[in-house]
């Protein structure tokens, strides 16, 4: 059993920046490839990166080159830097686990987080 706790969240401007942390409790941590997701009102969840147990990550189009996921180990933590952010931005963000091939798509993910809400602001 994991359970994920998402935070950082907030209300931001446009261009501005924010840190996400997903901290994770059960064991092997390590072992787990670690997805960020977001999921705006009317709309299906959506992928937005994911690290893998070795430190590969992937991210949607959308957001590369302006988003970073990394992860601590050691902290059972893993993070979602976003800078540069943009109104179509806005949507509360969950971490889940990995469990199966295909990275984005939710329903190869097994436990979430319950989220925390980014606003940016135009």
């Known amino acids: 059993q994991v359970q994920l706790v998402e935070s950082g969240g907030g209300v931001v401007q446009a261009g501005g920046s924010l840190r996400l942390t997903c901290a994770a409790s059960?064991?092997?941590?390590?072992?787990?490839?670690m997805g960020w997701f977001r999921q705006a009102p009317g709309l299906e969840r959506e992928f937005v990166g994911v690290?893998?147990?070795?430190?590969?990550?992937y991210y949607a189009e959308s957001v590369k080159g302006r988003f970073t996921i990394s992860r601590d180990n050691g902290k059972n933590t893993v993070y979602l830097q976003m800078n540069s952010l943009r109104p179509e931005d806005t949507a509360v963000y969950y971490c889940?686990?990995?469990?199966?091939?295909?990275?984005?798509?939710?329903?190869?993910?097994?436990?979430w987080g319950q989220g925390t809400q980014v606003t940016v602001s135009s």
């Open positions: 690290i893998m147990s070795d430190g590969t990550t």
């Open positions: 889940g686990t990995h469990r199966l091939s295909t990275y984005d798509t939710p329903r190869n993910y097994d436990y």
């Open positions: 059960g064991g092997g941590f390590s072992r787990i490839g």
